[in-house]
């Protein structure tokens, strides 16, 4: 069915995720919604999703785990297209968008609570790091040398510029989120006169970041990021192996948190070697070294080179209840 758009909303409190492309997005998603029945079997899930999408819930039956199931318009079917837009997809008083590669771990009740000062809030962090939204590797050099990142906020007249994680925003006034939506949109449209980089130049990313824009536009409306790294309350954290506890069915996680950030950041390098050496000599510095195991709330599959266990894990859930599904119709027609 498609979402009207309408300021009738359907419930007070809800989760929205997006799908289109290919089945794992969606096998994803329903992954997600599953472990997220562990905790929470009240507040209402919706779903925006491709009309092939659709069609694949429809023939394995499986539209029953999510409460609505609304059609993706093509135009929205982009990060850029969707998280750009966000006001246009606010089918509940309260909203919290959630990316598909999330799952959940615990039950979600406070951190509800803990959103519910704001109007509109992206987890992630005051200050950006200075690889955000551009060079991964030796290019942010230049960078530095040649003060791009102070010159952008300049152009622009910003005094600051957060890190957001869009993996999760909450939102409880359209019209402050169109308000954003829009400023970023005039952002991501000046791009040539940023320092910015395409996402696209990443190895494995097919589309542009919404993440940069929404950040200065956050940034211009004085809006407050929501802290994603906070200790027992995280809202969420970066799934890396060496990093995180858990089974293979995501029952109990624990994450290590570092409480110097710059020790913790060295999770998202891609050699473990690297990353055992310098966490080793850094760590002998006094207060370099504390750390704590935490659950979050949510634990995110954003790294490109993390994700096979969330696939494993979302392919034995689709598996399973398709498998279900057939027993049970077998079931019924042998009656």
Known sequence: MSYSYSNNKLAD???IYVT??????LKHALSSVLTLRRYDDHREVALFCSDRHIEQLEKNDLTQYFTHVFKLPIENQSITGFKHNLNRFLPFNKNLFIDSDIIWCKNPDNLWSSFSPYQFTITGNLAADIFFGSHKGFGIIKDFLLARRSRTLKRFGLSYLSRVQTGMIYISDPQLAEKVCEQSKEYFNQRHLTHFISRKEEHGRMEESCEWSMAMAMSKLNLQVFPWLNGYESPQLDFIDSFTIYDEDFNHVECLIYTNNFVYDLKGLKSKKLQSLLINIITKIPGRGDFLYATPYCLHFGWYHQKDPLNEFSDRCW????????????????I
């Open 13 to 15: 409190e809800g989760y």
């Open 20 to 25: 289109y492309g290919d089945t794992k997005y």
């Open 319 to 334: 598996n399973r209840i398709i498998r279900q599904n057939r027993s049970e119709q077998v079931s019924k027609s042998a």
